[in-house]
């Protein structure tokens, strides 16, 4: 295991010497990880040119039909745009905040959707939330597997994509994401480029993880 992280480490370094986009910027070689997870990231760098087929979009729904729920619940639902429909690619990325504009050139776009109410009942699914979210995970995972980059957005209007998509209330629009070929760092924005290439950082386990009766104070 940890000849394969080591190896994402020096195909990492090999990648950015070059000055060729990081498709691979796993976590640190400590992260003693499965190599997809360590290797998953959000890059903002997509090749515009270079279609991503509908048949593979289905592979990471299908990752994404595989997650858990309570009940087997599946209350995720998903908002997928390309170029198939370019009225509706456009309506869908005019959503966007400024600051998100690199996603502009991801020739697909998603919104993660979960449906907040259970079914035949009026009572709210108080984990629809946590439920989609760990179908959003298994479709990143399965996105990096395949070499894409995905990439969540928080930024970006609820109210336009539930107006211009009809979206009903009882379901929450939780987030977007821009989906395409690793692209060359020169297309992200000037003032997002360090975000491409800075080292991974995370809390450490140990602001995490609570034994013995402590509770996190944070
Ligand atoms: C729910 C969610 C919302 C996010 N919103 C944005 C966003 O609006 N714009 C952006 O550039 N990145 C966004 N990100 C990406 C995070 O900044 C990124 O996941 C985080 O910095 C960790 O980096 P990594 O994914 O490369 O490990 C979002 C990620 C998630 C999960």
Do not use: C
């Amino acid at each position: 295991m940890h000849f394969r992280i080591s190896l994402l480490w020096i195909i990492y370094y090999i990648i950015t010497m070059n000055n060729i986009p990081p498709v691979l910027r796993p976590a640190p070689p400590d992260a003693d990880i499965l190599p997809v997870v360590a290797a998953r990231w959000s890059s903002r760098a997509f090749d515009s040119s270079l279609p991503v087929a509908f048949e593979l979009m289905n592979k990471l729904f299908e990752a994404a039909r595989w997650a858990p729920s309570a009940a087997n619940n599946q209350p995720w639902r998903f908002l997928a745009f390309g170029p198939e429909n370019p009225d509706a690619l456009e309506k869908a990325r005019s959503s966007l905040a400024g600051g998100n504009a690199w996603a502009l050139a991801a020739p697909r776009l998603l919104f993660i959707l979960t449906r907040t109410d259970r079914p035949g009942s009026d009572k709210v699914n108080p984990r629809a939330m946590y439920e989609a979210g760990m179908a959003a995970v298994q479709m990143a995972l399965q996105a990096t597997g395949e070499g894409l980059v995905f990439h969540q957005m928080a930024g970006f209007s609820e109210e336009t994509v539930r107006k211009e998509f009809d979206v009903p209330e009882n379901f929450a629009i939780i987030t977007a994401a821009a989906v395409g070929w690793p692209g060359s760092v020169d297309t992200v924005p000037e003032n997002r480029r360090n975000l491409e290439t800075d080292i991974r950082e995370r809390r450490s386990l140990s602001e995490l993880v609570f034994t013995n009766g402590e509770v996190p104070a944070e």
